[in-house]
């Protein structure tokens, strides 16, 4: 009996892998509440332990209006500045600090995270928590990040703050609630617009 075989996509023919351009980006969602969020996936740490604090904030759209689908990822050091090798961020002991959270918004398009003040990773370095942003109509994920506002010193020094004009630089500076916690309102678009961050490929 011969075999028959699929022939590949003709523009593939007699390339080899790395010369392929990788495939667009697509819209994923609004598909969060079926397998992304996990139980405690907002909780870095306990809510209402010692050392937590509060990270609260609402994703806008261009028009304004609330994003009530959106998702969150974020990865932080901890109050020591040390980064998380530990396993396990979406299986929450109550004991071990990943770095990792994961958080979608609700129908009002505010989210909340029980975390720490992440520490400085070097000497005289700012403080910051790295976030990650899902939402309808975005082909490709955002990234951005909270600077904390105390170190005022360090933001100044901060190699990417310096790159941005003053007004888009304070899009990227969490405001600290009286209560201890950490405010950070994202803008996809518009007025206000959220610094976001482009990585380059790697060139090989």
Excluded at 76 to 104: K, M, V, W
Excluded at 160 to 177: C, H, K, Q, V
Aim: overall charge negative.
């Amino acid at each position: 009996m011969s075999e028959t075989r699929a022939a590949g996509p003709p523009a593939l023919a007699g390339r080899a892998p790395g010369d392929c351009e990788p495939t667009p980006g697509q819209t994923i969602g609004p598909f969060y509440g079926f397998a992304l969020p996990y139980e405690k996936g907002n909780e870095l740490v306990p809510i209402g332990s010692a050392r937590s604090v509060r990270l609260t904030g609402t994703v806008y759209d261009g028009h304004g209006e609330p994003v009530p689908d959106a998702m969150l990822e974020i990865w932080q050091a901890d109050e020591h500045g040390r980064i998380s090798a530990e396993p396990g961020s979406l299986r929450r002991d109550g004991f071990t600090f990943t770095g990792f959270g994961r958080e979608a918004t609700d129908d009002a398009g505010r989210y909340t995270f029980s975390t720490v003040d992440p520490g400085p990773t070097e000497e005289g370095a700012a403080p910051f928590i790295s976030v990650v942003v899902f939402a309808r109509g975005l082909l490709n994920r955002l990234f951005t990040r909270i600077y904390l506002p105390e170190d005022t010193a360090a933001l100044a020094n901060d190699p990417l703050l310096r790159s941005l004009e003053p007004e888009r630089r304070a899009t990227l500076i969490g405001r600290r609630a009286a209560d201890g916690g950490l405010r950070f309102d994202i803008r996809l678009q518009g007025d206000g617009e959220t610094v976001f961050l482009q990585f380059p490929r790697n060139a090989d």
